[in-house]
């Protein structure tokens, strides 16, 4: 069954799209013909891989692709990026969708016997990475006159939100950041016609999930928790950020959405 292409002529930015929740909502909404601006921050031995994998997708979607390996933090790199974008498409008001999947923060232990411990500098460069770079980009699309005139913003939270894991308290500051700074781009910028949700993945095994300590005992208790008795999926979450690009989901704004199959039930 050939997906249907309603999103023919729009553009979606996605931050972080080369592994996990941004490389499978990229897929998910190139097959529903929407051209992405991909930007991602990966290893030069890794980007030819990468690389192929996008040309793929514009391949086998017949859409436009550019995509930047660069840190989407620097202020001229998102310059760059979005000039590019603009002189891409030859108009402005081309941004459906603006999705923020950057997972650059720090695991360190608040306290341990061994090892570093958690400073400030970890702290304020998670949350910036992981949250105030939302506002960050959104303001700047803003600025190139680049949004559409029923834009999308939709980012990625977690559980640790509102429960504490070891060695997760940087990530779960700038997840809890990244949720109230959403509610306020929703409120702010709902003039301009933007909506601004985050959806609360269920345990997700990525790259990103792997690199967490103890991330084994959380895959099995997921498994118990869970009364699908599965662990969520990165498609699993990319279905949700394109029902909420769609016409229908117009009226949902500054909201957070569980997609993790009842995970957070118990």
């Given at each position: 069954m050939v997906?249907?292409?309603t999103h023919e002529g729009h553009w979606a930015i996605i931050l972080g799209a080369s592994k996990g929740l941004g490389l499978a909502t990229?897929?998910?909404l190139a097959s529903h013909g929407m051209n992405l601006c991909l930007v991602y921050r990966e290893k030069r031995s890794e980007i030819s891989a990468i690389e192929k994998i996008f040309d793929t997708i514009k391949k086998d979607c017949t859409i436009e692709?550019?995509?930047?390996?660069?840190?989407a933090m620097k202020e001229d790199n998102r310059k760059r990026v979005l000039a590019h974008l603009k002189e891409t498409?030859?108009?402005e008001g081309i941004v459906k969708v603006l999705v923020h999947s950057i997972a650059k923060g720090n695991l360190k232990p608040m306290l341990t016997?061994?090892?570093a411990t958690l400073k400030n500098d970890d702290f304020r460069l998670t949350i910036n990475s992981m949250a105030i770079s939302l506002y960050d980009w959104t303001k700047d699309i803003v600025s190139h006159n680049?949004?559409?005139k029923d834009a999308r913003i939709i980012s990625f939270t977690s559980e640790g939100n509102t429960k504490a894991w070891p060695h997760y308290a940087a990530v779960s500051a700038a997840k809890v950041a990244l949720e109230a700074i959403t509610r306020s781009i929703a409120l702010e910028f709902a003039p301009l016609g933007i909506k601004a949700n985050c959806i609360q993945a269920g345990v997700t095994d990525t790259a990103s999930f792997r690199m967490i300590p103890g991330s084994d005992l959380i895959r099995e208790n997921t498994l118990?928790?869970?009364p699908n008795k599965r662990m969520t999926t990165p498609e699993d979450v990319a279905a949700v950020v394109y029902l909420l690009t769609r016409d229908e989901a117009k009226w949902i704004t500054g909201t957070i959405i569980p997609v993790d199959g009842g995970e957070h039930l118990s």
């Open positions: 997906a249907e292409r990229a897929k998910k692709i550019v995509y930047h390996n660069m840190d498409a030859q108009r016997e061994e090892g680049l949004f559409s118990l928790r869970n």
